[in-house]
């Protein structure tokens, strides 16, 4: 693929929908050739970022998005600087555009993981460099590119498969999907409680999408029926960050909602092998967190989640290849 077809030079990337769909596609489709090069060394060859110096500044903690992030970089001859919560001054001693103005004279591309997305934003307005959304409070766009690759990986195409996300239907990962998936041409089911359905402005979005590219997006309250007839079953943690006091009132709102085998077969995809299950991580699925040793399993159960058809360690790995895409596509 020529990467400049993408037509993302100079760009950065806050959201998916700031896309096309031919853009995200070619994004996954670059993210594949990637993960084939790597693997085959010709990116010791020739790297594609020598030269280019990357900023991370991370308000929220990972271990995802940093590592996929500077391995990325690191493997096409770049340089990548973290800069954590101790390390910034958003608000405080600097604003953020400020901020943006120092650090967009220093480097090539700072790509941010933080809360308020108003603040990556901000950023972008002011950096004069391409700014990348590692996540905020309402979108996570790297992370579905990841998806979006794994899913392709499996079946081979997007359009025409069925995805439903199970729990927690209005936090950042539920709303970049359904938006993603609606502009891939994958029906997607949000499969939420009523008190955690997702915000109308983010379902209307996804809908008009969805008619755009004939498919469909539903929300649904009953867990055994809104997985039927799905491909992928997809969950995350029933409680994001920053939300850690409201841990009791989740686990109790959100138990009918676990993943487990039952689920899993009531999509009438699993004999087939055209089922797969998905996680952002990290996962609640077993007893050896502090979480899971007072709970047990949460989101999914430890059954699903080390059984073949899961593909969330393949899903972990494509961070670093569509993050890699996404930095090349804007800088190359």
């Known amino acids: 693929m020529n990467i400049s077809d993408l037509q993302l030079g100079g760009r950065g990337l806050l959201k998916l929908a700031d896309l096309s769909g031919e853009q995200i596609l070619g994004l996954v489709d670059l993210a594949i050739e990637l993960k084939r090069r790597k693997k085959a060394g010709e990116h010791l060859q020739k790297p594609l970022l020598l030269g280019k110096n990357i900023c991370l500044v991370f308000q929220k903690s990972s271990t995802r998005t940093r590592c996929a992030t500077v391995i990325a970089v690191r493997d096409e001859g770049g340089s990548a600087e973290y800069l954590g919560q101790q390390d910034i001054h958003f608000g405080k001693k600097e604003s953020v555009a400020d901020s943006a103005r120092v650090l967009g004279r220093m480097f090539d591309g700072i790509l941010f993981r933080g809360f308020k997305h108003s603040v990556v934003e901000e950023l972008a307005r002011h950096a004069g460099v391409p700014v990348w959304n590692g996540l905020t409070d309402e979108w996570h766009p790297t992370q579905i590119l990841a998806d979006l ?184």
């Open 149 to 332: 690759q794994t899913v392709k990986e499996h079946f081979g195409h997007l359009r025409g498969l069925s995805l439903a996300f199970v729990g927690d239907g209005r936090n950042n990962v539920c709303n970049s999907l359904m938006v993603g998936c609606a502009m891939m041409g994958i029906n997607m089911v949000n499969v939420c409680p009523p008190q955690l359905a997702p915000p109308p402005e983010v379902l209307a979005l996804a809908l008009r999408h969805a008619r755009r590219n004939h498919c469909s997006v539903s929300v649904c309250h009953d867990p055994q029926r809104g997985v039927q007839g799905a491909n992928v079953v997809y969950t995350d943690v029933w409680v994001s960050m920053g939300e850690e006091s409201l841990f009791q009132q989740r686990l109790e709102l959100l138990k009918p909602y676990q993943v487990d085998m039952q689920m899993m077969k009531n999509t009438g995809n699993l004999d087939n092998d055209q089922a797969i299950f998905l996680h952002c991580l990290p996962a609640y699925h077993d007893h050896n967190t502090e979480t899971t040793q007072a709970c047990g399993a949460l989101e999914v159960s430890d059954q699903v989640f080390e059984a073949p058809f899961s593909k969330v360690f393949e899903e972990a790995e494509n961070r670093m290849h569509t993050i890699k895409a996404m930095i090349l596509a804007s800088l190359a």
